[in-house]
């Protein structure tokens, strides 16, 4: 039997406008959840509840905050399995990367619940006799939190553990499709011990998030927003909340280059080419692009890299493969898509592409009624190419041959995203000439360009964001304002700039 969920705000289940059936793309005859969506005023209203609920949750001392992340560090571990093998039944994604991506939540909360004793501030210099100044952590107030259904999971608790730490209030907002897995979180975060209203989860559609967010920012309830999702919408939030003199933590899409110098381990290069550009079916921000591979070396690569492509399997994602179904049906209408971006100078390396079926099958694996699709990989990739040019959030990387170092980082740097991206060399100064000349937020040397650690800044430049960073104790400067503060216990006014203290 299916679950029925609904959106839940100040601790009360709230009214659904509409009907969403999250299905497991594995078998999409299967229905997950159903899930009550709301519309956009019981959006607005969740930003009133938390609004309400943050003042008091602001008063709590931050130490005493910290206690609660630990529990929900505790908590979650508790229920690994559980919260993993839902995961896998609503978004296909491999049982063992669900594992992980709950293990990212609980190194969240142990990286933070020892910042509830830090949040420093500072104690400063004085230009002036028997002044003191300070700097303190203010929380933001009300984070609208809104993210995709890829990571239902980790990249939420990315948002939401640090906000929660620093005294803020938040109204999340999961994808639809992802909707069955942010509920258990939900559940899981408030049994920790946050009070009411503190926390809220909100399904809604695009349009009614939208329209709810608007209303929000014009009544003053929100201070921050947080998205993890498309470039396109993510646009569309920046300038929403640019024009409320708000800010957005916006973390995008990626087109993430692999650059393979001549030096390269190419069998190494293969492994990591494989894991990002097929692991999750293509579908993490930090997915492999485009491969843009030393024209010395390039044939080797190619042959290698399809070999391996052709031998990886794919298929129910509750077994030990490399890639399940794609996540959801709109992911691979996209999928279709792409494929009429392959141009006629382009070479498909890997036989079979689109939709695996009976008739298309990929060994002996005919896919049932899942969303299971080919992994393409498409030789002579050119700039201005679509395929080039643009995320596909899908099974399909490009390969590109370059004979400079200059003409390997315009390659990478050229589509305008600036995500992440990896380099694979046996030389360091390739290595720092890269990292130099990238525009990326996140470099990976002899790695892969998926698969960040929890504790480094996670975050894009140009079409990947807006320059924010998550993770890590740089988060903290999203979910917090500097305060700062003068004591002049002179028992005079003594004026900045003008009483200067003399030698
Ligand atoms: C995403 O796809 O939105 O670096 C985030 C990684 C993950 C996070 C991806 N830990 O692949």
Redesign the pocket.
Known sequence: MSRQIVSIVGGKDATAASTYESINPARTGEVVARVGLADAETFAAACRTARDAQREWAKVPAPVRGRVIASIGRLVEANTERLARLVTEEIGKPYAEALGEVR?IVDTCDFFLGEGRRLYGQTVPSEMPDKNLFTFRNPVGVAAVVT?G??PV??PSWYLVPALLCGNAVVWKPAEYAAASAHALFRLFTAAGLPDGVLNVVFAGGADTFGGLERALDEGTVQKVGF?GSSEVGRKIGELTGRHLQSACL?LGGKNPMVIMPDAELDLAVEGALFSGFG?AG?????LGTVIVHESVHDAFVERFARAVGAARIGDPTEDVLAGPLLDRKFADRYEEYLTWIEPHHKVVTGATGRITKDNPRGGFDGGDGLYYHPVVVDGVRPGDRLFMEETFGPIVGVTSFSTMDEALDLANLPGYGL?SSIYTTNPQHAFRFREGISAGMVSVNNST????AHLP?GGNGKSGNGSRQSGMWVLDQFTRWQAMNWDHSGRLQKAQMDVADI
């Open positions: 990212e995709a890829n990571f980790a990249v993890t973390e999750t579908q993490r921000c930090t997915s992440s998926s698969g960040a650690e996670f």
